[in-house]
């Protein structure tokens, strides 16, 4: 079965950078099209940023840009979040999801209803 599991989230100050990483498996993960989202308490999830399986494109919202990067290594079978410059209202549960299989290399989505398989989320906490 399809497995995400997420890592490196944790309590930080503001300014400071986290990378999360997320480990796939029992997908095609060279032809899936991967994502973060975030749920702040009381809050809706919400898209944070996507990237398409050849990695050549990428989106990410607009709170994060210039701050934070999406990336993936097919060979590893990894997807990561750079977050560097980090706000108090970053804080939340980061969530990693996978789109279904497509052979559109530059497909991705920002609507978490085109993302099947979800992983258990990583806390971040940012004091200020």
């Not at 990067?69 to 990693?96: F, G, H, W």
């Not at 999801?97 to 940012?126: I, K, L, M």
Request: charged share 15%; aromatic share 12%.
């Amino acid at each position: 079965q399809v497995q995400l599991v997420e890592s490196g989230g944790g309590l930080v100050q503001a300014g400071a950078s986290l990378r999360l990483s997320c480990a796939a498996s029992g997908l095609t993960f060279s032809r899936t099209p991967m994502g973060w989202f975030r749920q702040a308490p009381g809050k809706e999830r919400e898209f944070v940023a996507a990237i398409s399986w050849s990695g050549s494109s990428t989106d990410h919202a607009d709170g994060v840009k210039g701050r934070f990067t999406i990336s993936r290594d097919n060979a590893k079978v990894m997807v990561y979040l750079q977050m560097n410059s980090l706000k108090p209202e970053d804080t939340a549960v980061y969530y990693c999801a996978a789109s279904g299989y497509t052979v559109r290399s530059t497909y991705y989505s920002r609507s978490s209803g085109e993302y099947n398989y979800w992983g258990q989320g990583t806390q971040v906490t940012v004091s200020s």
